[in-house]
Structure formats: structure tokens, C-alpha cells
């Protein structure tokens, strides 16, 4: 082909590569759905009452909506991550919560921090606050993941090609679905509930209270959040992952264990939050 073409394709495949998927659904719906079994009985009658009524009672279920709104709410796309500076493993607020265009805030911590305050509101119609519940859960999940506060180049992780046993896939995807796909095709039957419940079943009460002390207000948490999360992408997600590396057992058996953590703690989290603000 010619070098136009060439060139024309290249172009393509670089506008194809997204600059951030969210949490795999997996991720996401363990995530609500250990939360809300942490729920007081107040904030538990409270997400029932939002929750729409195809959602029959379950959080979870409502859990992966923010991403299947991306289409019809492209403002809503930039709110799933953030972009820290190449290689700082560092996270500020002021420095790296804005869009790719510099509008301040527009990150997956100035999320969190809009639709908890618009949840506050509640039982005030001003917000819908069914959308700020579902969007408040999901990202809870997203920022947790270490790559959703990855570095700016890479994309979190987006254009870093590697093959997870064998199969070609990117960084980012390895740490949305690629590593608790195979823990549960190993070990919970390809069951979410199975492997929710057994992530579940290792939430000590210490954990619960640490995790939950995270600073002086939900908006100072939400940046301990994303510091956990780089912190964790440069010495587990990034490291020993360099374009085109073959990522299988050992790389598995040492990240599985910190996949299972985030998870647990982002549901931990995303109770205390909602039990927070429903009082
Ligand atoms: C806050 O929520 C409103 C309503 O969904 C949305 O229009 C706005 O973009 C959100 N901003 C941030 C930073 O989340
Ligand atoms: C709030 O958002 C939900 C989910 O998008 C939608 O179904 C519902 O109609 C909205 N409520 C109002 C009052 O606009
Ligand atoms: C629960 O903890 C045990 C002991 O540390 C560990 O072997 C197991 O993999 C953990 N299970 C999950 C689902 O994280």
C-alpha cells in the first residue's frame, strides 16, 4: 500500500486506541455489590428509593451504567480517569484534575467529589440523583484501579501492547478484566457472585477502619484514592510490563492479590461514603 495510506491507517489506529476504558464489569459489579451489603439500614433505603426500577433492588446491576452512557454523554468520558505527569508516580488534585482541553475539576476525583455533594441533596429533586448515584459507584470502582490514575502518554496504560498468556491486549485492559477474568475462570467457576463473596469473606473489621481513614473529609479521601492508585500502578502495574512484554504466571500470581484488595477496598469505601451522606 502506499505511504499515504499507510500513514492515513496509522492515523486511525491511534484515534481508535481510547484514552481510558472504565473498570471491567466484573470490577464494577463486585464493587456495589459488596458495598451495599455495608449499607446502615438509612443509606440502604435511600439507594433503593434512587435506584431505577429495572435495577430490582441491585446496586450492582447499575454499576457499569457510566460507561454505557459515554456515547450519548461524551462529557461524561473524562470523568472515568485521570492523567498523572510520565513517570512521577505522584498524584496532585490541583496539577492533574482537569480534561484533556484543562477544564479544571473534570477528572474521576472532581467527579466523585460533584455527584457525592449532589447526593447530599437528597431527598431535593435539583439533581437527578439516580444518575449521581450510578455515577458516584461506578467511579468509587474506577478509581481504584490503579491504571485509571495512570500517566498521561501511556494513556493509563491504553497504548501499551501486551500479550496475557499469549493473547494480544493493552496494559490498562490487563488490570479492567484481564486479571480477575482469570481468577475467576481459575478459582470462582467464572461466578461473579462467587468470587464477590469470597473478596468479601477477607474484609476484616481492622481493614474496614483503616481503609475508612483516609482523611478529614470525603473530598481529601477521594485524593487518598487516587495517590493509592498511582502509587500502586508504578510498583505493580507498570513495573515489569514494558510494550510488547509476555505477561502470564508471574505477573498474575504477584498482581491478583492487589486487584483483590482494590476491590475490596473500593466497596468498603463506597459504603462508607453513601452512609455518610444518607444520615
Ligand atoms: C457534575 O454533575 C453534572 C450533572 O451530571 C455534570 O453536568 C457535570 O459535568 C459534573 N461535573 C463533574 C466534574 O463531575
Ligand atoms: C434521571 O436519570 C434516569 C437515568 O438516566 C432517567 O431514567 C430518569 O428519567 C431521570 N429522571 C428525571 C426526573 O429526569
Ligand atoms: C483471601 O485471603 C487468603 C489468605 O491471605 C488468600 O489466600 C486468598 O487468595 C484471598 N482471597 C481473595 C478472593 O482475595
Redesign the pocket.
Known sequence: MGLQMFAAILALLFVAIPTSNAWGTEGHYMVCKIAQSYLTSTASNAVLKLLPAGANGDLASECTWADNVRGA?P??SA?HYVDTPDNLCTYDYTRDCHDSSGAS???VV??I???TS?LRTYPSTT??LT??LM?LSHFMGDVHQPLHVGFTTDAGGNSITVYWYNVKTNLHSVWDTKIIQTSMSNYFGNDMNTMANSIKANITSTQISQWNSCGSSTSACADTFATESIQQACNYAYKDAPNNAYLSDTYYLSRSPVVNTRIAQGAVRLANFLNQIFV
Open positions: 454523554y462529557w461524561s470523568l475539576g473534570r477528572c472532581g467527579a467529589n460533584n455527584y449532589q439533581y437527578n444518575q449521581a455515577f
